[in-house]
Structure formats: C-alpha cells, structure tokens
C-alpha cells in the first residue's frame, strides 16, 4: 500500500511538472485572446480530452510500440532522459518555443488540437513521462497512472477557465519563478531515467 501511495505522489509531481497548468495557462491567454467565453472553454475542453486520450493510447499500447519498433527499455529510458532533461534545462532557462511566443493568431478551434493538445498538453515529453511510468509495472500502477493524468487533465481544465484571474492575482513573475521549479524538477526527473537506464543496460549485460 505505502509503495502505491509514493509512487501515486511520484506520478502525480511528475506529470504536474511536465504539464505545467500554472505556467501554460499563459500560452491558453495568447491563444485565445479576442475569444469569447463559450469559445475559449470549447478549446479548453477539446485540448484536455484530446490530451488525455493521446496520452491513455501511449500508456495502453506503448508496450506493442516498443515491440513494433524493437525498442528496447534501457535505450527508451536513456533516450527519454536525455529529452525530459534539456525539456526542463530549457524551462530553467527561460526559453520558449515559438509557439509558446505566439501574442496575436486567429481564433481558430483547431489550436485545441495544435498547438494546444499537441505539443503544449501532450507533447513528446509528456507522452515519454507516461511510457516510463507504466514500463515494467503492475495493472494496478498503469491504472494509476491513467486515473492521475486524468485528474492532472481536470486540473488544467480548471486552471485554463480560470487563468485570467489566477494571472491577476498573482502576477506574470510568480508564474515565471514556479515555471522554473518545475523546470528543475522536470530535470531531476530526467536525470534518473538516464541513471535506471544505464543500470538496466549493464543488468542485461551482466
């Protein structure tokens, strides 16, 4: 039970590192400005369910990908670790992709299918974050892992419907500090897939 809770904790802090609801609420603003209400919470609700499935399809059938592509444990997590890690070195380093730069586009319902769902909600470190939580585990754990994206999806929804009061509140400069937490957080993340795909390559050398 105790291993479920922590692992439930660790799933839970890393997919609320690599989302970023707090931070990406920023991006949901610029992409929707100009939008009326029933506009932006139809993006809103498009960009999480689309993300959450994109994100369930991963966790379900990554096995079968793996085996697809003969993709080998040990080389997903140190090729993953390497990808989690520069995702979070550039957030430490205040970068932005150009589609999180955007200030003005057209108010178009497909942004909740690009650049919102994919790459911003369930891009490919959300999706490698996902893989590594359910390779080698239990049913119990990949249906944690599913129930805990799901709720994260939840969070963001609301996050997102209230972003231009959060951002009232608290101001551009809280949200760019905590992006920078999650930034470190999403490293250190990083780093230890690295650490437990190295170990598994020499277990399967030894």
């Given at each position: 039970?105790?291993?479920?809770?922590?692992?439930?904790?660790?799933?839970?802090t890393?997919?609320?590192?690599?989302?970023?609801?707090?931070?990406?609420?920023?991006?949901?603003?610029?992409?929707?400005?100009?939008?009326?209400e029933?506009?932006?919470?139809?993006?809103?609700?498009?960009?999480?369910?689309?993300?959450?499935?994109?994100?369930?399809?991963?966790?379900?059938?990554?096995?079968?990908?793996?085996?697809?592509?003969?993709?080998?444990i040990?080389?997903?997590?140190?090729?993953?670790g390497?990808?989690?890690?520069?995702?979070?070195?550039?957030?430490?380093?205040?970068?932005?992709?150009?589609?999180?730069?955007?200030?003005?586009?057209?108010?178009?319902?497909?942004?909740?299918?690009?650049?919102?769902?994919?790459?911003?909600?369930?891009?490919?470190?959300?999706?490698?974050?996902?893989?590594?939580f359910?390779?080698?585990?239990?049913?119990?754990?990949?249906?944690?892992?599913?129930?805990?994206?799901?709720?994260m999806?939840?969070?963001?929804?609301?996050?997102f419907?209230?972003?231009?009061?959060?951002?009232?509140?608290?101001?551009?400069?809280?949200?760019?500090?905590i992006?920078?937490?999650?930034?470190?957080?999403?490293?250190i993340i990083?780093?230890g897939?690295?650490?437990?795909?190295?170990?598994?390559?020499?277990?399967?050398?030894?």
């Amino acid at each position: 039970m105790d291993n479920l809770i922590t692992f439930s904790i660790t799933v839970f802090t890393g997919f609320f590192a690599i989302t970023n609801p707090i931070s990406n609420m920023t991006v949901f603003l610029s992409l929707t400005q100009g939008a009326d209400e029933e506009t932006k919470r139809d993006i809103n609700k498009r960009a999480n369910f689309i993300a959450f499935i994109i994100v369930l399809v991963f966790v379900l059938l990554g096995k079968y990908i793996f085996e697809l592509f003969n993709i080998s444990i040990p080389a997903f997590k140190i090729t993953g670790g390497i990808l989690i890690f520069y995702i979070g070195f550039d957030m430490l380093q205040s970068k932005q992709s150009n589609i999180k730069s955007l200030k003005k586009v057209q108010i178009d319902e497909n942004i909740a299918v690009s650049p919102l769902a994919i790459p911003i909600l369930a891009g490919p470190g959300t999706i490698v974050t996902a893989m590594n939580f359910v390779s080698n585990v239990k049913p119990i754990q990949v249906f944690l892992v599913i129930a805990i994206f799901g709720s994260m999806s939840l969070i963001t929804y609301v996050t997102f419907r209230l972003s231009k009061y959060i951002v009232k509140l608290v101001g551009y400069n809280v949200i760019a500090v905590i992006g920078k937490i999650m930034g470190l957080i999403i490293a250190i993340i990083g780093t230890g897939m690295i650490i437990e795909g190295i170990k598994l390559s020499f277990n399967l050398l030894a």
